[in-house]
């Protein structure tokens, strides 16, 4: 059955006016949370599906509580006959399994999908749907939610910049993948010249209309929510709440740096790719021993299997001419990651572009490594230069080949950071600053609900 909707801001049809009709009041109810991600971690393990999955379990373990996940397939579920939504990992975890989407504006074509979803909501009935993403949904979902449940609360937590920029939300400019400082119409149309200007002020309407219908928005960093602000949402809708880590059985504070005697170690972690700055770390490497600088060595930990071929040819062809001061470790499980960062003295964050929180910088300071990175976005803001690692001039290799050489040479001054790091939120944090939103704008309607009173 296919849900038609001519006019998504128009009059609700029956079966919406129907569905909108409010349900009595349950005094000291249980809280009911949806959470939405355009991916499930068991398929992708990008820092946006594990924050929204692992706010979800905590969230599900505490009292008075029931939570829900459902993830969009990207693709990489096949779709069970006759059905849009599935059950392959448990009885609350579902999988939207639809198949295309338009990038351009964040709009899922699927036919099937507003049916599906509405079914769903009526189904689980929650107080609040709090999506971790919008893609693989498409932005109208804000729109289905809404019409289903008039009284539910909807929040978003945004992890790029996807509805400000065309290019796959990384703000930077086309050839060049130079720093873009704003979105205007006249820059993206240069950057996109099959686009007219009129094309990006229609796009823009069109996805702040069904933002619009959200109640409230997370974000991880302030830089980020700045970037959105400055966009066109409204700041009093805005909370920055950073993405919380999961407690380790094993305390890094405990475990002592590894001996340096060898030389420092300065490793990187994460997606083989340009734009995390791949290129700067080799160049970088390149320069320091072309100029005979010793003392340490680099490790790089990732995968790049899934970049474009040419991309893939173009990384191998470096590796064939790698610097003896610089190890290419291949892929690993992410459930070693702290075992690894623990046997290196610092951590790496190049990107060149702005990022938001990455969740190896998290990961480093919870492990009580510095993090050595672009001093720009999001990365900028959560590391602290001098205090919790040191900045480099974003996509210089000169810069950065400078700051190895400067702690290579001084060792103690990268060591020592370890008294004065700042220490990540805890994943129990982040899910008490949420639920203390959710009271907030639960309360805001007349909602009675017993997990929101004992969390006050």
């Known amino acids: 059955m296919t849900d038609i909707v001519p006019d ?6 029956g079966l919406a006016v129907a569905a909108m009709q409010p349900r009595p009041a349950k005094r000291a109810a249980p809280l009911r949370v949806l959470f939405m991600s355009h991916m499930h971690p068991k398929a992708s393990r990008g820092g946006a599906e594990i924050a929204a999955y692992q706010m979800y379990q905590m969230m599900k373990a505490q009292p008075r509580t029931e939570a829900y996940f459902l993830a969009a397939s990207g693709g990489r579920f096949q779709e069970r006959l006759g059905a849009r939504i599935q059950q392959p990992f448990g009885p609350d975890e579902f999988v939207y399994t639809g198949a295309g989407y338009d990038h351009w504006i964040q709009s899922n074509p699927d036919p099937e999908f507003p049916a599906a979803l509405t079914a769903l ?3 689980l009935r929650p ?7 919008y893609a693989n949904f498409g932005v109208e979902a804000l729109l289905y939610i809404r019409r289903a449940l008039p009284e539910c609360k909807i929040i978003v937590t945004l992890h790029e910049f996807l509805a400000i920029c065309n290019h796959f939300g990384q703000m930077v400019k086309r050839p060049s993948f130079g720093l873009c400082e704003r979105a205007g119409l006249r820059d993206c149309a240069k950057c996109f010249p099959e686009r007219s200007e009129q ?13 619009g219908l959200a109640d409230h928005f997370i974000s991880p960093s302030q830089f980020l929510a700045d970037r959105y602000i400055e966009w066109g949402l409204d700041a009093h809708r805005f909370s920055v709440i950073e993405n919380g880590m999961p407690e380790q059985k094993h305390h890094a504070a405990d ?15 994460g997606q083989i790719s340009r734009l995390k700055g791949i290129d700067v770390l080799f160049d970088a490497a390149m320069l320091l021993e072309k100029a005979e600088v010793s003392g340490f060595r680099i490790e790089v930990h990732g995968d790049y299997s899934a970049q474009p071929p040419e991309l893939r040819a173009a990384f191998e062809r470096r590796l064939e001419k790698i610097p ?14 702290h075992q690894l960062m623990r046997s290196a003295h610092a951590v790496m964050a190049p990107s060149i572009w702005w990022e938001n929180s990455p969740l190896v910088i998290q990961e480093a300071l919870l492990n009580r490594r510095p993090v050595i990175t672009s001093d720009i976005g999001g990365m900028a803001e959560k590391v602290r230069n001098g205090l919790d690692g040191f900045h480099f001039q974003a996509g210089s290799a000169h810069s950065l080949a400078a700051l190895i050489k400067r ?6 001054t990268l060591l020592n950071l370890q008294t004065t790091m700042a220490v990540p939120p805890s994943l129990r944090e982040t899910v008490r600053m949420t639920m203390r939103l959710y009271r907030k704008l639960l309360q805001a309607s007349g909602k009675q609900l017993a997990a929101l009173e004992m969390a006050s």
Not at 407 to 412: G, I, K, R, S, T
Request: charged fraction near 25%.
């Open 121 to 123: 909501l009526h189904q």
């Open 127 to 133: 107080d609040v749907v709090h999506l971790h993403h």
């Open 407 to 412: 702690l290579a040479e001084a060792p103690d």
């Open 255 to 269: 475990e002592p740096m590894p001996p340096h005697k060898d030389g420092l170690i300065f490793a990187f972690f």
């Open 8 to 13: 998504p801001f128009g009059p609700a049809d």
């Open 199 to 211: 094309d990006f002020f229609l796009r823009i309407r069109y996805l702040q209309r069904f933002f």
């Open 324 to 337: 003896e001061n610089l190890r290419y470790c291949g892929a690993y499980e992410n459930n070693r990651v």
